[in-house]
């Protein structure tokens, strides 16, 4: 019987990546970004991107990088999955993320950054019709997540706790 070698992906920050069995993808960082799987249920194919904020019109300099804004980085992320053979009717998302990670003594919405992200790759992911399957989202901790495409459970691992299966 021959076994299956396992590399990891790894994506940084403002950056995506797409795998497929037997390869697994894997972020760490997630404190207010937001880490979006998208996979295809049926041909063991994922993507993953690590969105730093939530909107590219907030972005001063005029070549930005589209990766790091939730509604570019979906988009982007949703058709690279397309070009690479995934089925746009079996495309399903994951999210982790979008913690507050400081506690704010001002009322602006401009600083609630986490959870912000969460509510632009959710709208993104609606636009494409994609729907979530499940989410570990908010809080006040960072994140660490991995995602397998042929078991597709996204393993989330907080600080000082115990690894969750979604």
Excluded: W
């Amino acid at each position: 019987m021959t076994s299956i070698e396992t590399t990891v992906v790894k994506v940084g920050i403002a950056d995506l990546k797409i795998i497929q069995f037997p390869q697994l993808i894997r972020t760490s960082g997630l404190g207010s970004c937001v880490g979006t799987v998208i996979y295809d249920d049926k041909k063991e194919i994922a993507g993953l991107s690590h969105v730093l904020l939530p909107y590219s019109q907030q972005g001063k300099q005029a070549n930005t990088n589209p990766y790091k804004y939730a509604d570019t980085a979906i988009s982007y992320l949703y058709y690279e999955l397309l070009k690479r053979g995934a089925n746009q009717s079996s495309l399903k998302a994951k999210l982790a993320g979008g913690a507050q990670m400081f506690q704010l003594r001002t009322g602006s919405d401009l600083m609630r950054i986490g959870p912000r992200n969460v509510e632009s790759v959710e709208l993104a992911l609606a636009e494409f019709g994609i729907p979530i399957v499940s989410k570990d989202v908010g809080g006040n901790l960072g994140r660490t997540i991995e995602f397998d495409p042929r078991s597709k459970l996204l393993a989330v691992r907080k600080i000082n706790q115990e690894v969750i299966m979604i």
